[in-house]
């Protein structure tokens, strides 16, 4: 994790399922009390997701709006994502640095973001 005075950036590795989902969920419920510009979430570590864990992201995206952004999602989240369409809800991107960079937007794949719907 690094946090500077505008952006956070929480990198994950390994599995965000229901028994580690926690420090995730802590994280950027903090993040959206303290009013982070940016938070990026760099998802490209990750080897398994559960329920759990898309729940935590849509609570982020609702807790966070345009502030969260996701940085380029595993192939294990690239096949969650679209096979639930969330794809199209969550603010993906394509790198942390485009993440990071990215002016908020609506979700990818509508009308604005770095990957085709």
Avoid: C, Y
Wanted: glycine share 8%.
């Amino acid at each position: 994790m690094w946090q500077g005075r505008e952006a956070l950036l929480v990198a994950i590795t390994g599995d965000l399922d229901l028994d580690n989902v926690a420090p995730l969920d802590e994280t950027l419920r903090k993040a959206a009390e303290d009013g982070v510009a940016r938070v990026v979430v760099d998802l490209s570590a990750v080897t398994f997701a559960d329920s759990a864990a898309v729940n935590v992201l849509l609570q982020a995206h609702t807790a966070l709006g345009p502030a969260l952004r996701l940085a380029t999602p595993s192939a294990v989240l690239e096949r969650l994502f679209t096979l639930t369409g969330l794809d199209t809800v969550l603010p993906l991107h394509d790198s942390v640095t485009k993440a990071l960079d990215a002016e908020p937007s609506a979700p990818l794949g509508t009308d604005g973001g770095d990957r085709e719907g």
